[in-house]
């Protein structure tokens, strides 16, 4: 086992893309690490990178401290785990699993042991002789992992190997994963686009966007503390609000202008964060789960009219988009709400309705 640690990498393709522009990044020994964010982010190439697939541009690789930047990837000693689909066809599953195995001229006893080890933990052991052809998808895949995890790799690179499995599948495998990166005190460097794997699986998240990182934190600090308007709105399901707004100081009179709305502050409120008093425009960012419904004939603080726009039902809750035409632009505010509250208040499109800001949850 190892650790890894990237320094200030970056790669321009020969046709002038620059995928990556300065990422650092370091996981510690037996530490599971999740590289999150949304497609072109430059995560698979961060991760061939540390392999010795791709060449870096600037930059360096470290494992178990030593400067491996240049070396092949053989002699690296890293695993990379891709989907299902990097199977041989032609061999059964034994074979698949001995493959990197035989490549590193291990004898046969201690091949068949070690097979014999990961399979029992990934459950495999009745596979053994089968084709992959002849497995289940979410077979196919632990497969893939074994042939990963059988090699005494110092880092486990994987790349969102999950995400082509059915979403019942991928619910069962985020779980099972976890149990084996503990069980094989694995130093993990885990690619995915989607926040939810991210957010139940990692011991810590580095949020990559456009070849850069946003933000290094454990997943609760990242959606409570955002650091960036993308790890705002792309950490949490239903995304974040957001809208343009302004802050008022009279005084002793300080309010938030959001999205026609009139929202209260005291100076608690403003000590909080940074100072933003010499800032024009703000964005403020408000999550569905901290604003709530009101009727369309409420008066009071953090109140914003508007109309139903949509409404969608997901069993146990209810998210409803309100338009609000405060500000220069229309807008839509999404709200999560529970079925009981959801039935206090009108459904049918058009409908006038409200919503209630509360500036504690204001981003
Ligand atoms: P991710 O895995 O996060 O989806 P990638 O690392 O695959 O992102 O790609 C990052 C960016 O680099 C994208 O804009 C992609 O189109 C570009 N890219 C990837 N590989 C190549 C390549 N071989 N040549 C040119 N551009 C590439
Ligand atoms: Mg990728």
């Keep these: 086992m190892g650790e890894l640690r990237v320094e200030t990498l970056s790669k321009t393709f020969k046709d002038g893309t620059q995928a990556l522009k300065g990422v650092s990044l370091h996981v510690e020994d037996r530490e599971a690490v999740f590289l999150l964010g949304p497609s072109g982010a ?30 092949s990837p053989r002699d690296r000693n890293v695993a990379m785990v891709y989907d299902k689909h990097s199977l041989f066809p032609h061999m059964a599953v034994f074979e698949n699993l001995a493959y990197p195995l035989r490549a590193r001229r291990l004898a046969k006893n201690d091949i068949r042991s070690r097979i014999d080890a990961v399979a029992d933990t990934l459950q495999i052991s009745e596979l053994l002789d089968r084709r992959p052809s002849e497995l289940s998808g979410g077979q196919m895949q632990r497969v893939a992992i074994g042939r990963a995890l059988v090699r005494d790799a110092d880092v486990f690179l994987l790349d969102e190997p999950i995400s082509h499995l059915d979403a019942q599948l991928r619910a069962r495998m985020r779980v099972e994963f976890k149990r084996l990166q503990r069980e094989f005190e694995a130093t993990m460097l885990y690619v995915s686009h989607d926040q939810l794997e991210a957010m139940t699986m990692a011991d810590r998240i580095i949020l990559i966007n456009e070849g850069r990182i946003e933000q ?45 709305g009139d929202v209260p502050i005291d100076d608690d409120w403003l000590g909080r964060g940074p100072d933003l008093s010499a800032v024009q425009d703000l964005i403020a960012g408000i999550r569905p789960q901290q604003v709530t419904l009101a009727r369309p004939d409420e008066r009071g603080a953090g109140i914003i009219r508007g109309v139903v726009f949509a409404v969608e039902t997901l069993g ?44 504690d949850f204001v981003y």
């Design 42 to 71: 430059g995560k698979t190439t961060t991760l061939r990178i540390i392999a010795g697939l791709e060449e870096v541009t600037q930059g360096a690789v470290w494992i178990r401290g030593r400067n491996v930047t240049t070396w």
């Design 216 to 260: 290094v934190a454990a997943p609760q600090t990242l959606f409570d503390e955002p650091e960036t308007l993308f790890a705002a709105t792309f950490v949490g399901e239903p995304h974040m609000n957001t809208f343009p707004a302004q802050l008022h100081q009279e005084a002793g009179n300080a309010r938030l202008l959001i999205a026609g």
């Design 316 to 359: 146990s809750r209810v998210v409803f988009d309100v338009e609000i035409s405060g500000g220069s632009k229309q807008n839509v505010v999404r709200v999560l709400t529970s079925v009981d509250q959801a039935r206090a208040f009108p459904q049918e499109l058009n409908a006038p309705i409200a919503v209630r800001i509360d500036p």
